[in-house]
């Protein structure tokens, strides 16, 4: 069964080196914490407790200058009553 592992792992590390090499990721800098903070502020005033790593992907997605967000988490909405960021839901 050894074998057959090391197969699988070896086509599922080839398979996510092409992914991730035509995919950009977007990273965790200063400037999507920053962002990330003023977002969970605004929300903080309007009554609304969103789960934190939903605030930190709007974060780091208007850090990065991405003005929409394709999602079905229905927190996204609320994000984008207090962020510049338009969210399509599906």
């Known amino acids: 069964m ?3 592992k090391s197969i699988r792992a070896r086509r599922e590390e080839s398979f996510f080196q092409r992914l991730f090499s ?7 800098d200063l400037k999507a914490v920053e962002e990330s903070s003023n977002i969970a502020v605004k929300l903080a005033m309007i009554g609304c407790e ?7 992907i709007a974060g780091i997605a208007l850090a990065n200058g991405v003005e929409k967000i394709v999602t079905k988490d229905k927190y996204f909405t609320e994000i984008e009553k207090v962020a510049d960021i338009k969210v399509i839901a599906y």
């Open 2 to 4: 050894a074998g057959v």
């Open 22 to 28: 035509r995919i950009r990721v977007l990273e965790c």
């Open 50 to 56: 969103i789960n934190a790593l939903d605030v930190l």
